[in-house]
């Protein structure tokens, strides 16, 4: 099993998560993370460090973002791998409670 970064992640993209993470598992996208599914060791560390709640465990993923355990993977496989907390972007909280931001994800 794995963890997941759902659309609260995104245009809000806090790091804290990235700090606790024993196997440097998350990679860093223009306005979002994600988790590498090949390399979390399903540890559980992430989860509560997200201030945006965006992290689930893979059995607890809600059914209207099931496609970003897709979107993990392939974006993994593209972005660079952050393992240090970074500022979050200035407009962070502005975002933080929006719904629906998928179509705002970045590539």
């Keep these: 099993m794995t963890f997941v970064i759902g659309q609260n992640c995104i245009k809000c993209k806090l ?18 993370l994600v988790i590498h599914p090949d390399e979390c060791i399903d ?32 974006l993994a496989e593209l972005w660079p791998n952050i393992t240090e907390q970074k500022d979050p972007p200035e407009d962070h909280e502005d975002w933080a409670e929006r719904t629906d931001k998928l179509q705002l994800l970045e590539r």
């Design 43 to 74: 540890c559980a560390l992430c989860e509560p460090e997200c201030p945006v709640n965006a992290i689930f465990s893979e059995d607890e993923l809600p059914n209207d973002q099931q496609n970003f355990l897709d979107l993990n993977q392939e």
């Design 15 to 32: 790091t804290d998560c990235v700090e606790v993470c024993p196997v440097d598992c998350f990679y860093e996208g223009p306005n979002m």
